[in-house]
């Protein structure tokens, strides 16, 4: 069973950079697209990015397009969010996510594991 684990969440001013991890243990992650979600107070959960399986293609939300970067490392199990030049609208619990069907178009009811989430609070 493939555990996610996300890390790295926490304050950042507005116009800052914060770089999110997930660590994925008990498979290897090559077999699945990853994504990153996000869920803001009061609103619904969103997609975030994804990446294929060995990272040769990317998708990103237009809300954090040319600002966040998702990554992997299939050899450490990790995957990254690198995001900058945050603003107080990225405020969120950001979720890591997995898919086995290796899509790269990843929505809610697409996605087979969840990760429990790290707290972004971004400062005005």
């Known amino acids: 069973q493939v555990q996610l684990v996300e890390s790295g969440g926490g304050l950042v001013q507005a116009g800052g950079s914060l770089r999110l991890s997930c660590a994925a243990s008990?498979?290897?992650?090559?077999?699945?697209?990853m994504g990153w979600f996000r869920q803001a107070p009061g609103k619904d959960r969103e997609f975030v990015a994804s990446?294929?399986?060995?990272?040769?293609?990317?998708r990103y939300a237009n809300s954090v397009k040319d600002r966040f970067t998702i990554s992997r490392d299939n050899a450490k199990n990790l995957v990254f969010l690198e995001m900058n030049k945050v603003t107080p609208e990225d405020t969120a619990v950001y979720y890591c996510?997995?898919?086995?069907?290796?899509?790269?178009?990843?929505?809610?009811?697409?996605?087979?594991?969840w990760g429990q989430g790290t707290q972004v609070t971004v400062s005005s």
């Open positions: 008990g498979r290897t992650l090559t077999t699945f697209s």
């Open positions: 990446i294929t399986r060995h990272g040769f293609t990317t």
């Open positions: 996510a997995a898919e086995r069907s290796g899509a790269i178009y990843m929505t809610l009811a697409d996605v087979d594991l």
